[in-house]
């Protein structure tokens, strides 16, 4: 089976602190990405890569960056964290064939205050 | 620029009954369309996705979803419904000659009463 494992479950910072949310997949997959989920939005993305040092913004990366240094590994850096950033994150990895399916970690919960 | 639609927040029904949950897209080329389902604190999964030919995709845990191009439609449905389908329902979809991360809906709730 397909893992995709997040860093942390759940996670509470200040204003201000950088934060590192980590993502590692073991299926050897050439795509990672990395989501938001808020209520009513659904799943915004933030980041995706689709090569180790490879990296395209998505829909919402203001605020965030991400570091894809090994091919498993993928990086959320937040460089100032604020309190719009309080989020639900979810991290996923795919195949680079468009057809697959995208497998998601169980996520990690941000509370800045 | 890649769009879905599900325009209900919450699908309420009766165990045994028949359910349906609307998705609705928009692409500017050939659609790949996925459904995935959120258990409460989990992450997203899978569970089925149209890539090409027939147009009923059927998936795990009894679902299947409908596709159909001309309503740019992909709702998915179970004949039965049982308590513990009651989850979060996202629908997804990615033009095949777009970007390679998925475009979500809003999700849908779905309550299946005992």
């Known amino acids: 089976d397909v893992k995709v494992t997040q860093s942390s479950r759940y996670l509470v910072k200040r204003t201000g602190e950088k934060v590192f949310l980590e993502c590692v997949q073991d299926?050897?997959?050439?795509?990672m990405f990395w989501y938001r989920q808020d209520p009513g939005l659904g799943l915004r993305l933030i980041y995706f890569s689709y090569d180790v040092k490879m990296k395209e913004k998505g829909d919402i990366p203001e605020g965030y960056s991400v570091s894809r240094e090994k091919k498993e590994r993928f990086s959320l850096i937040l460089e100032s964290a604020s309190t719009n950033q309080t989020s639900m994150y979810l991290c996923a990895s795919s195949w680079t064939e468009s057809s697959y399916e995208q497998y998601f970690g169980p996520g990690t919960r941000l509370t800045v205050t | 620029a890649q769009s879905v639609a599900q325009p209900e927040d919450q699908v309420n029904v009766a165990e045994g009954n028949p359910l349906t949950v609307k998705c609705t897209y928009s692409v500017s080329g050939n659609p790949y369309l996925f459904w995935y389902v959120q258990y409460p604190n989990r992450g997203l999964q899978f569970l089925l996705k149209?890539?090409?030919?027939?147009?009923l995709v059927k998936g795990s845990y009894g679902f299947e979803a409908e596709f159909n191009k001309s309503q740019t439609s992909f709702h998915l449905k179970k004949p039965s419904a049982l308590v513990s389908d009651s989850a979060l329902y996202f629908c997804?979809?990615?033009?095949?000659?777009?970007?390679?991360?998925?475009?979500f809906g809003s999700g849908t709730r779905l309550q299946v009463q005992p």
């Open positions: 299926m050897d997959h050439e795509n």
């Open positions: 997804a979809v990615r033009d095949r000659a777009g970007r390679r991360a998925l475009t």
């Open positions: 149209y890539i090409t030919g027939d147009n």
